[in-house]
């Protein structure tokens, strides 16, 4: 078994395409028509993203773009560049949570969270 995709629901799929194409470069890999369903080229896993969160949990389910806090999952971003990766989310929108920071481990990691409330880890490669 593997990971087969990872979905956010967000209250604007082409919006939130565009965030993460302008702050890190990554491709559009599909837009429905309807607005309601992406995909973003992200390497072996595809990040999709839809707001069809009310057809599949009709009795609701919490909006990271409404929640006060960050919720309790994230996406890790893996670059060579934190800290521009990181400048560039916050020129186009992005919170930061948490500045670029070495961890005792060596890696450099920081937080934001994008415009529709998605926590980001932005990371350097952990070595083995």
């Known amino acids: 078994m593997k990971l087969g995709y990872t979905i956010i629901y967000v209250p604007s799929v082409e919006s939130s395409l565009q965030f993460f194409g302008q702050a890190f470069g990554l491709e559009k890999k599909f837009l429905h028509e309807s607005g309601d369903y992406g995909e973003l080229k992200t390497g072996e896993t595809t990040l999709a993203s839809h707001s069809l969160g009310a057809m599949n949990f009709p009795e609701g389910h919490v909006r990271a773009s409404e929640s006060k806090q960050p919720l309790g999952m994230e996406i890790a971003l893996v670059t060579?560049?934190?800290?521009?990766?990181?400048?560039?989310?916050?020129?186009?929108?992005?919170?930061?949570?948490?500045?670029?920071?070495?961890?005792?481990?060596?890696?450099?990691?920081?937080?934001?969270?994008?415009?529709?409330?998605?926590?980001?880890?932005?990371?350097?490669?952990?070595?083995?």
Do not use: F, M, N
């Open 80 to 128: 060579k560049d934190v800290h521009a990766a990181h400048e560039s989310a916050l020129a186009h929108g992005a919170s930061e949570l948490s500045a670029p920071t070495q961890k005792p481990w060596g890696q450099i990691v920081s937080y934001i969270r994008t415009p529709d409330g998605t926590l980001v880890e932005l990371c350097t490669p952990v070595h083995e």
